[in-house]
């Protein structure tokens, strides 16, 4: 079968590699139907993303019908439709026993320290799959789950409720899933951007307020969203050295701080940014159990994952989707790769 394979920073190619066969019982052969490309794809390609090992087959947000199971397999059956979640944990370290196994110390996540899903076919335990209704969501859809899974989590370690005033750095997929997902717990939403385009997206799927930072003094806006209290929660999307500061800045005292970055880049904090406002700062990664929660978001249509699908690649054409994602970043949301 064919695989996207990256051999080491910006050198990505179609491969050839085996077909997995169900060898466990607890098995499940998925024929992969689509893919959404998300930055920490990029940052892979890149070489910005701290966490990858290379060579590695890509791809953890990707959905396909089931193939094949194994003998023990009893509620799925050749063409269900299925996403799959992709944190792999020990199970037994200190975050697993404390329920945090997205950070487990020997985390692996699928597409990034093992081969991920940008193949034609993929194999899996039972227990990382999800079965999705065919009459409630296309197969392009269902490979958006794991993306808003990564929303649903950081609302979850902001503690997110109806009434808060949440502020997002950056409209991009990342950004617009936890906006969604916050809109849906009945927070409100200023979401930030440098494109119109994408602000004009972030509108359109809901946002309570927009903020072009390169046309407005961002402080000024956040304490209009805010009356004067600054962010209930902040969520940082945007991932830059100065963007953590900004954030700080912009928090109400007693705020929440989530951060996104995979970066290594360091940030000066002085710990008065802390203390003074007695700010809770949340780290998050991938997603600790939230496929249930977005499916049934999905399901319910609470929040509108086609809309920020903006293009469509065949997956032999991975290249060229990802030069179009590093030369044209204001007209591309969401890359989805077909099978």
């Given at each position: 079968?064919?695989?996207?394979?990256?051999k080491?920073?910006?050198?990505?190619?179609?491969?050839?590699?085996?077909?997995?066969?169900i060898?466990?019982?607890?098995?499940?052969?998925?024929?992969?139907?689509?893919g959404?490309?998300?930055?920490?794809?990029?940052?892979?390609?890149?070489?910005?993303?701290?966490?990858?090992?290379?060579?590695?087959?890509?791809?953890?947000?990707f959905?396909?019908?089931?193939?094949?199971?194994?003998?023990a397999?009893?509620?799925?059956?050749?063409?269900?439709?299925?996403s799959?979640?992709?944190?792999?944990?020990?199970?037994?370290?200190?975050a697993?026993?404390?329920?945090h196994?997205?950070?487990?110390?020997?985390?692996?996540?699928?597409g990034?320290?093992?081969?991920?899903?940008?193949?034609?076919?993929?194999?899996?335990?039972?227990?990382?799959?999800?079965?999705?209704d065919?009459?409630?969501?296309?197969e392009?859809m269902?490979?958006?789950?794991?993306?808003?899974?990564?929303?649903?989590?950081?609302?979850?370690?902001?503690?997110?409720?109806a009434?808060?005033?949440?502020?997002?750095?950056?409209?991009?997929?990342?950004?617009?899933?936890?906006?969604?997902?916050?809109?849906?717990k009945?927070?409100e939403?200023?979401?930030?951007?440098?494109?119109?385009?994408r602000?004009?997206?972030?509108?359109e799927?809901g946002?309570?307020?927009?903020?072009?930072?390169?046309?407005?003094?961002?402080?000024?806006?956040?304490?209009?969203?805010?009356?004067g209290?600054?962010?209930?929660?902040?969520?940082?999307?945007?991932c830059?050295p100065?963007?953590?500061?900004?954030?700080?800045?912009?928090?109400?005292?007693?705020?929440?701080?989530v951060?996104l970055?995979?970066?290594?880049?360091?940030?000066?904090?002085?710990?008065?940014?802390?203390?003074?406002?007695g700010?809770?700062?949340?780290g998050?990664?991938?997603?600790?159990?939230?496929f249930?929660?977005?499916?049934?978001?999905?399901?319910?249509?609470?929040?509108?994952?086609?809309?920020?699908h903006?293009?469509t690649?065949?997956?032999t054409?991975?290249?060229?989707?990802?030069?179009?994602?590093?030369?044209?970043k204001?007209?591309?949301?969401?890359?989805?790769?077909?099978?």
């Amino acid at each position: 079968m064919k695989a996207v394979l990256v051999k080491a920073p910006l050198e990505v190619e179609v491969v050839d590699v085996p077909k997995p066969e169900i060898t466990a019982p607890d098995e499940v052969l998925i024929k992969v139907r689509y893919g959404g490309i998300c930055g920490s794809d990029i940052g892979i390609y890149s070489g910005g993303n701290a966490f990858a090992t290379y060579p590695r087959i890509i791809g953890h947000e990707f959905a396909g019908t089931v193939e094949a199971v194994g003998d023990a397999v009893k509620d799925l059956a050749p063409g269900d439709l299925v996403s799959v979640d992709i944190v792999n944990s020990c199970g037994h370290c200190y975050a697993c026993r404390t329920g945090h196994h997205n950070v487990c110390k020997d985390l692996e996540v699928t597409g990034v320290h093992r081969d991920g899903g940008f193949a034609e076919y993929f194999k899996v335990r039972r227990e990382m799959v999800y079965k999705l209704d065919k009459a409630k969501l296309s197969e392009a859809m269902a490979c958006l789950v794991e993306p808003y899974s990564v929303g649903a989590e950081v609302n979850a370690r902001a503690q997110v409720s109806a009434g808060d005033k949440v502020v997002v750095f950056g409209s991009g997929p990342a950004g617009l899933a936890i906006m969604q997902v916050a809109l849906a717990k009945g927070a409100e939403v200023l979401i930030t951007d440098i494109f119109p385009q994408r602000l004009q997206l972030a509108a359109e799927m809901g946002a309570t307020r927009t903020v072009n930072v390169k046309e407005e003094d961002l402080k000024t806006a956040v304490m209009d969203f805010t009356a004067g209290e600054g962010a209930h929660v902040l969520a940082d999307a945007v991932c830059l050295p100065q963007s953590i500061l900004d954030a700080l800045d912009l928090l109400a005292p007693a705020g929440r701080l989530v951060v996104l970055g995979t970066g290594s880049a360091p940030s000066e904090i002085p710990q008065m940014a802390f203390t003074k406002k007695g700010i809770n700062v949340f780290g998050t990664r991938v997603n600790n159990h939230r496929f249930p929660e977005v499916i049934s978001l999905f399901e319910q249509g609470k929040v509108t994952p086609a809309k920020m699908h903006t293009h469509t690649f065949k997956f032999t054409d991975i290249a060229r989707a990802f030069e179009l994602l590093r030369t044209d970043k204001s007209q591309v949301c969401k890359i989805l790769l077909e099978w």
